[in-house]
């Protein structure tokens, strides 16, 4: 089993910057890949950004190239996502996700933590 806790959501103007962490907890498995996703009120769960703890490989939608970085501390068992030139549009419930297959980064993944709000004011 794992469990994921999100923390770092809030009220942000438009323009400005967040830091999103994933700590994960697991007894048993090994995490090999890690990503977030976000839901918009009335809009289907997108992906924003996975990265492999292993290597460290990164992937990211388009939508928030150049603007978002995600990393890790594997010492922590963390994964950060560094939200930067936020807008409006970026405004959802953001989840982290984890799994213990290797592979493309892309989902499916097993385990969901609760979310945490960013809103974005114009």
């Known amino acids: 089993q794992v469990q994921l806790v999100e923390s770092g959501g809030g009220l942000v103007q438009a323009g400005g910057s967040l830091r999103l962490s994933c700590a994960a907890t697991?007894?048993?498995?090994?995490?090999?890949?890690v990503g977030w996703f976000r839901q918009a009120p009335g809009k289907e769960r997108e992906f924003v950004a996975a990265i492999s703890l292993s290597g460290g490989r990164t992937m990211y939608a388009d939508s928030v190239k150049g603007r978002f970085t995600i990393s890790r501390d594997n010492a922590k068992n963390t994964v950060f996502l560094q939200m930067n030139s936020l807008k409006p549009e970026d405004t959802a419930v953001y989840y982290c996700?984890?799994?213990?297959?290797?592979?493309?980064?892309?989902?499916?993944?097993?385990?969901w933590g609760q979310g945490t709000q960013v809103t974005v004011s114009s």
């Open positions: 697991t007894r048993t498995l090994i995490i090999h890949r």
């Open positions: 996700a984890a799994d213990t297959r290797l592979g493309v980064l892309m989902p499916p993944y097993d385990y």
